[in-house]
């Protein structure tokens, strides 16, 4: 049976629930700081740092799987920004990067 204890003990660290960088407290932290009733995209992108390239994944992805995918063009253009996310990971950045228009 699997426990923390001997997960730690194999070496790998379980992350830990409470931490302030969790995807949770972080965009509670940008709704707090952001003055009005809009935040821009990519506020929320840089806010995430190395950690946006999950949501902006999973998004797409989603609208895919969802009832949604059945509207004609919507998978091709999921299929592109997952494309182009994943082509940001294989290259390297440590960041998403979107472009102005989209920010």
Request: hydrophobic share 45%.
């Amino acid at each position: 049976m699997l426990s923390r204890d001997n997960v730690e003990r194999s070496g790998f660290r379980m992350p830990n629930s409470s931490k302030k960088n969790n995807l949770t407290n972080i965009m509670k932290s940008l709704i707090e700081k952001t003055e009005g009733n809009s935040i821009k995209f990519s506020e929320i992108v840089d806010a995430l740092e190395n950690r946006g390239f999950g949501p902006l994944l999973m998004a797409p992805a989603l609208l895919i799987i969802l009832p949604s995918g059945a509207i004609p063009g919507l998978p091709a253009v999921c299929s592109f920004i997952i494309l182009m996310v994943s082509l940001q990971i294989l290259i390297g950045n440590n960041r998403p990067w979107i472009p102005n228009k989209i920010g």
